[in-house]
């Protein structure tokens, strides 16, 4: 993800008729430049130092916000205990292992990806996850 501007986060959210505040940038800046599918808690952790009045509920309807207005933000719910979040600039598949909790993207390979249109379906977002263990927990556990 290319890195954006505060003017251009505006415009991008603004564009999805969101109301650009100084938190709902922070978040989808954090988001874009950090792929690595963080929880609500991990969000706060990281931008709390800057923004001491930020909390966690501000962190969570911010993200549910973004969600709502389509703004390429999605809530990834592989762990039961935990959503986490992701912003998806290209359609892709997630892997979940099942004893460290990690989240990786991997490539959608053969499955729809988001410009294709088969049988008249328009695809507008894929969501496939794969479970299993990673290659460390693999390592570890074989
Ligand atoms: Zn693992
Ligand atoms: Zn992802």
Same mark, same amino acid.
């Given at each position: 993800m290319k890195m954006m501007t505060t003017a251009q986060l505006s415009d991008y959210l603004k564009a999805k008729?969101?109301? %650009?505040s100084a938190q709902r940038i922070a978040i989808l800046r954090y988001l874009m430049e950090n792929p690595v599918h963080p929880t609500v808690e991990k969000i706060h952790e990281a931008l709390v130092h800057d923004? %001491?009045?930020?909390s966690l509920t501000t962190v969570y309807n911010t993200l549910n916000c973004l969600v709502a207005a389509d703004c390429g933000v999605t809530m990834l719910t592989p762990d039961s205990r935990n959503a986490h979040f992701d912003f998806i600039e290209h359609p892709h598949a997630h892997t979940y292992c099942r004893s460290c909790g990690a989240i990786m993207d991997m490539e959608l390979g053969g499955a729809l990806s988001g410009d294709d249109c088969r049988g008249g379906f328009h695809v507008e977002r894929v969501d496939v996850c794969y479970r299993g263990l990673c290659s460390d927990c693999y390592a570890k556990l074989n």
């Open positions: 008729g969101v109301r %650009p923004m %001491p009045s930020l």
